[in-house]
């Protein structure tokens, strides 16, 4: 920014003091009777009897300087450098926290060591400094509410996680649990110790305290997990000190309110709101004056925050705009003009920090005033052409309405006089959707209930709309005049802002809260959609906000710098080198070949260090690149294969005119310190931040480039860290509902309590009043943070950043091969904020109300069903999330429907890819996804929770397993057709549900850790349904072996399953954690499903046949299923399972086809074993001994039957069989 306003030369540092001799008496300034007037008024007499005026010696500018050094000289400010207390106290003369020796336990210690947040059971620091005679006192904010303890200790007090100071000998504590300023105060002459709360005297609370030689005293304390503290030993003013008058101040107020009147030659009182600075050379001399000893103090913190911002406060006290005080616009062209620039700069960023901290630990009040207060003061300040910009890491504390500790300090029971809360669920514990009419006294405290919320709604509103002021102002990009626009400063820190978060995950000291990101987030998408509005009225070209995205160019023209973070096609070194040639035919964009091979991943670190010394300075500045990389962007945290990227030569070109050749313009990438306007919104021949145009995307003007950044900037703040903390501010409606069904359960157990029993009766009904107290509690601080965090504007705010994430990534995806570049964040968030609208905001407010919400879903299910199995994304761990994102959303009938209502083509591609072989892919996700769309329709397949859990509470009901079922007809038809139409794709398949299956019971172990899931029968009994072709048409070449290993899985599960006093039996009986869904019902009935279908819904004969043919077939597994067989001989002490004891799951129909299939099956095995010839041992495979001789192996003459082995390999030897007929047959080998 530039440093001064207007011309005029009055400084320090070149206005020489004219004299009286110099001047005519009755012309220039003003008279010299008139003057003294002015003067003697300005700069009165420290006297308490004023003397008269004609007494009073004439005093003119000549005499000023000293006549104002005597006045001063009474109460001169001492200086900070100064060692005015050496006596009595050791160590640094600055105080603050011990963050290397004198701690134990994990803190976080704030950049000036001066505010810590406890980070483990409970931890204690001490400051760098001791005392040991005369009189201390140091200052402590409380920020939180729970355990702390603070005060004094000596250096032979030892911590731990257990004791702290207080705990120990030689050590005294207060203990502070809200809200307050803490003063502890030592007497070391008297040997004592007390602590004011509040500027209130709490009384002497130790006396006699130990002193003595080798005695000295620390400052100390000691807090638990997440308490937070900021302590003052003397560099800020304290919050309770005594009144201390600042005469400079005073005769700065003395010039606002006097006018000098030259024709009436008479001083006239004024208010000091209407002063303007109109070149008075009288009254500029004064406060030129005033100005030489002012000036130099301003630069002080103490001051600064004591004097100037109280004294700034006090102008705005009176309400209104920013804009009706222009008094303070008016003291800061005074302050530009009078001041040095350093001077200036450093004491409006004193100034700024007072501010924020002033906001940050101001206690919650029911209107919010001292939160209005700070940032309307704020606004002023910045409204200034010269305001200087302060770090964004800081300045994001600003738009942050924390949530009040305690309701009763926040006024809430004043705003929120009735509470309410649900108070009607069904058995699993959810609100109940058609519930009974809710009462007329219910329906009254609903409605006094959301009256009070929007009280407090709207008073929290007018907080936000002041912070989308502070953001307006730091965006304005027509606000440069002889400098950079504050927009490009504000981008520039924005984006290091956002590098600092994104490359410094492990180090949580350097982030930024993430309930800070929140609130910064919200307001950071209302001022750039607000630019962005603004910009289409003036050019209507401009795409509208709702229709916001990012272009595709952004991802790979080196414009904007993405760290270290993740594309989806890899790292972007690798995609530089294997894309170049998409790059150049789609974009334009050309890698120089000599510059990437000379810079290869072998010897990065060689290159780094020369690199800068081999690129000369000239012609990095000629081509518009970056000079050497800075020193914060080649952190260790950041990827080695970055930091080559950084030094890579990239040529780009302007896109296709006809008739005309392609101008070359050869850029580096730059840092982000380094840009410039020019960079970012382009200038004629360049288009900035959208260099690279492919050709899928379209010739049109988005908006402003650099909000288009910024917009990508929101994206990847919402990745780190907004999403996690909107899961956790979930925890309080949770809290809500336990209590709310606690209290209800409480109540009814009241109803039931028998009158003589008194004494159970009275427990019950304190614990009806503790909860009901909690559950107040609790309401009125969910309705804050539902104001604050879940709020319909705020829903819409993230339905809108949705919105933009679909639209990039189709956008990208449009570009073909150079949808690689694309950032893994965006399909991150994409998935994210849906999820956070679905189960964080709909509590309070319905999805349906969003514009476009089923459109929306639509196109989030294509970019689901289309990328989850794209091979231009490599990322492990993206493809796991998509797969998983797809799984949940087939789970509900709303997303399933817009599942089903996508283009032909992308559900069949869906559905192919599902049904692909499991061969380096998960299969439990693929398989959850089939089994949803047939959950619905399998036999007994029609709950939503296991009949054996139903007793038990889910641990949390909103889950996508726990939902009813929903099948998809339109899904299992293009499965059907895929797998009758495609006979190779469909064995592969099948075999691979199979083999999964053949290894789950292969093992124990491997049973119940996969059969668990039960996914695996209920696909193949909807593969089984939909396609029994598959298994009965023998015409198809793999459907008689397909049958065969059918039969022996379902035989393998049976026996397993219902034998006798089995492992499974004792397994399901202890219900050990973790395998609790492990049941015999899932897994029987499942098998039944398939069983029913081969044998009763289909051509029978033949898969009877080979049922009965299987080895393993017991008649009496299947009795098992109807509670008949031989478990009715093993004792009336076991329960045993029948599938007639689940009338509720099973209908009558299914129940009936099990009893005609039993029949059926009984009658079989009776003709098989009447028709069955006894056969020689030497006649049966020497490996299973369980079926007939039917292959033999050429040349090493082995034998072996066809059922046995599925790889047509000798066992023996690496040489293939070939198959009998009717007898043993030998031929050729193949």
Not at 552 to 560: A, R, T
Not at 616 to 629: H, W
Request: contains cysteine.
């Amino acid at each position: 920014m530039s440093s001064k306003g207007g011309g005029t030369a009055l400084t320090r540092r070149n206005y020489h003091l004219a004299s009286d001799m110099d001047k005519p008496k009755a012309t220039g300034i003003v008279n010299e009777k008139l003057l003294s007037d002015y003067l003697h008024h300005v700069f009165p007499s420290n006297k308490l009897v004023p003397t008269p005026a004609s007494h009073r010696k004439t005093l003119t500018f000549q005499d000023l300087p000293t006549h104002l050094e005597c006045l001063l000289s009474e109460g001169e400010i001492p200086d900070d450098n100064q060692d005015q207390s050496a006596d009595g106290r050791l160590g640094p003369s600055t105080v603050v926290l011990d963050h290397t020796s004198g701690f134990e336990g994990l803190l976080f210690v704030d950049d000036d060591l001066l505010g810590v947040i406890g980070h483990s059971n409970f931890s204690s620091i001490r400051a760098t400094t001791c005392v040991f005679k005369g009189k201390w006192v140091y200052e402590v904010l409380i920020s939180s509410q729970g355990l702390m303890q603070i005060g004094w200790c000596t250096l032979n007090c030892r911590f731990n996680q257990e004791e702290g100071v207080g705990d120990t000998p030689d050590s005294y504590a207060y203990d502070g649990n809200r809200v307050s300023w803490t003063c502890c105060l030592i007497d070391l002459d008297e040997g004592t110790i007390t602590f004011c709360l509040n500027g209130q005297s709490l009384g002497t609370a130790f006396s006699n305290i130990k002193m003595g030689p080798g005695i000295a005293f620390f400052p100390a304390i000691s807090l638990s997990f997440k308490e937070s503290v900021a302590f003052n030993f003397g560099s800020r003013p304290l919050r309770y000190p005594p009144l201390i008058t600042n005469k400079l101040l005073g005769y700065i107020k003395n010039v606002l309110c006097t006018a000098i009147d030259s024709q009436e030659e008479k001083l006239i009182e004024k208010s000091s709101s209407f002063w303007q600075l109109q070149g008075e050379p009288t009254v500029l001399v004064t406060l030129v004056h005033i100005f030489n000893h002012f000036a130099p103090l301003m630069c002080k913190v103490y001051l600064v925050e004591d004097v100037l911002m109280n004294f700034l406060l006090g102008i705005l006290e009176g309400g209104g705009s920013v804009d009706e005080h222009p008094l303070i616009q008016q003291l800061l062209d005074l302050f530009w003009l009078l001041m040095e620039d350093y001077e200036v700069s450093e004491c409006l960023k004193q100034l700024m920090m007072s501010l924020l901290r002033a906001y940050r630990f101001s206690p919650i009040i029911p209107d919010l005033g001292f939160q209005i207060h700070y940032l309307r003061l704020t606004t002023a300040i910045l409204h200034h052409e010269n305001y200087v910009t302060f770090d964004v890491l800081r300045s994001v504390v600003f738009f942050y309405i924390k949530t009040p500790l305690r309701v009763k300090e926040a006024g809430l029971e004043e705003l929120i006089p009735t509470t309410w809360w649900p108070t009607q669920f069904d058995k699993e514990g959810k609100d109940e959707r058609n519930t009974r009419e809710e009462s007329a006294d219910e329906r009254l405290r609903r409605r006094a209930y959301e009256r009070g919320c929007q009280r407090l709604k709207k008073r929290i509103e007018v907080v936000e709309e002041l912070q989308i002021q502070i953001l307006r102002l730091m965006l304005n990009s027509k606000d440069k005049g002889t400098g950079e626009a504050s927009r490009y400063i504000f981008l520039n820190k924005f984006r290091k802002f956002l590098q600092e978060n994104a490359s410094n995950r492990a180090n949580p000291t350097v982030l930024c809260p993430p309930e800070y990101m929140v609130c910064f987030l919200h307001r950071l998408i209302t001022a750039v959609r607000s630019y962005w509005d603004e910009g289409k009225k003036k050019i209507p070209d401009y795409v509208n906000s709702e229709e916001a995205y990012v272009p595709p160019q952004l991802f790979y023209n080196g414009k904007v710098d993405y760290f270290d973070l993740q594309r989806l096609g890899g790292l972007l070194s690798h995609l530089k080198k294997t894309l170049k040639d998409d790059l150049a035919f789609k974009a334009n964009i050309i890698i120089d070949p000599a510059e990437l091979q000379a810079t290869s991943m072998d010897d990065l670190d060689e290159d780094e260090e020369s690199g800068a010394a081999q690129r000369p300075f000239g012609s990095a500045t000629a081509t518009g690149g970056a000079l050497t990389r800075p020193s914060w962007l080649s952190s260790p945290t950041l990827g080695r294969a970055n930091r080559f990227l950084s030094t890579a030569a990239v040529s780009l070109m302007t896109p296709r005119r006809p008739l005309t050749p392609p101008e070359k313009v050869k850029v580096r990438m730059l840092a982000v310190e380094q840009r410039t306007e020019q960079d970012i919104e382009g200038s004629p021949g360049n288009d900035g931040l959208l260099l690279g145009r492919p050709l899928e995307e379209p010739d049109q003007p988005i908006t402003e480039k650099s909000l288009l950044e910024i917009l990508d900037g929101i994206v990847l703040m919402y990745n780190l860290s907004v999403h996690q903390q909107l899961g956790k501010m979930v925890v309080v409606s949770d809290d809500v509902h336990e209590y709310a069904v606690a209290l209800k359960d409480t109540e009814e157990k009241i109803a039931r309590c028998p009158s003589r029993r008194v004494d159970i009766l009275e427990e019950l009904q304190k614990s009806q009043k503790v909860f009901a107290e909690k559950l107040n509690h609790l309401s009125r601080r969910l309705a804050w943070i539902n104001a604050t965090i879940y709020s319909k504007e705020k829903m819409f705010d993230i339905y809108w950043l949705l919105r933009v994430c679909i639209r990039t990534i189709e956008h990208a995806d449009n570009t073909g091969s150079l949808f690689a570049f694309t950032p893994e964040f965006y399909l991150s968030v994409a998935m994210n904020s849906y999820s956070a609208l679905k189960n964080y905001f709909s509590s309070a407010n319905s999805m349906e109300d969003l514009p476009g919400y089923e459109d929306t879903l639509t196109q989030l299910a294509a970019i689901l069903a289309k990328h989850f199995a794209d091979p231009r994304i490599v990322g492990t761990d993206m493809k796991d999330s998509l797969m998983q994102a797809l799984a949940s959303y087939v789970c509900y009938p709303q997303s399933l429907r817009a599942v089903e209502r996508i283009s032909e083509d992308q559900r069949v591609a869906m559905m192919k890819n599902l049904l692909a072989p499991y061969e380096q892919r998960p299969w439990a996700q693929t398989n959850w996804i089939l089994v949803r769309l047939w959950r619905g329709c399998g036999f007994g397949y029609r709950y939503t929770r296991l009949p054996h859990l139903l007793k038990t509470k889910p641990e949390d009901a909103n889950l996508p397993s726990l939902q009813k079922p929903c099948p998809s007809h339109l899904l299992q038809r293009h499965m059907a057709e895929l797998l009758r139409q495609d006979k190779e794709m469909g064995a592969s398949f099948l075999n691979s549900v199979l083999n999964q299956l053949n290894w789950a019971f292969s093992e124990f172990i491997g049973m119940i850790q996969e059969v668990k899931n039960k996914i695996l029968l209920r696909v193949l009994e909807m593969t089984v349904t939909l396609v029994s072709e598959i298994f009965l048409d023998w015409s198809r070449p793999s459907a008689e072996l397909l049958l065969r290993r059918l039969a022996q899985l379902l035989n393998q599960v049976l026996n397993r399953v219902t034998a006798e006093r089995n492992l499974f039996d004792r397994v399901v009986n202890l219900r050990l954690p973790g395998l609790e869904s492990v049941d015999h019902y899932p897994i029987l009935v499942a098998v039944t499903g398939i069983l029913v279908c081969i044998l009763m819904d289909s051509e029978r004969r033949g898969a009877a046949a080979v049922l009965l043919s299987d080895p393993c077939f017991q008649l009496h597994s299947i009795q098992h299923l109807l509670g008949a067989g031989e478990s009715d001989v093993a004792g009336a002490d076991r329960k045993h399972f029948s599938l007639h004891a689940y009338k509720d799951y099973i209908s009558a129909e299914e129940a009936q086809k099990v009893g005609q299939m039993l029949d059926f099956l009984t009658d079989e095995s009776k003709q098989a074993a009447a028709s069955t010839a006894p056969t020689s041992e030497e006649d049966l495979c020497p490996i299973c001994y369980a079926h007939s001789i039917s292959a033999i192996f050429k040349p090493c003459s082995h034998k072996s039957c066809k059922e046995r082995d599925l790889s047509k390999d000798c066992h023996f030897f690496k040489v293939k069989r070939v198959f009998a007929q009717n007898k043993l047959k030998t031929s050729e080998t193949c």
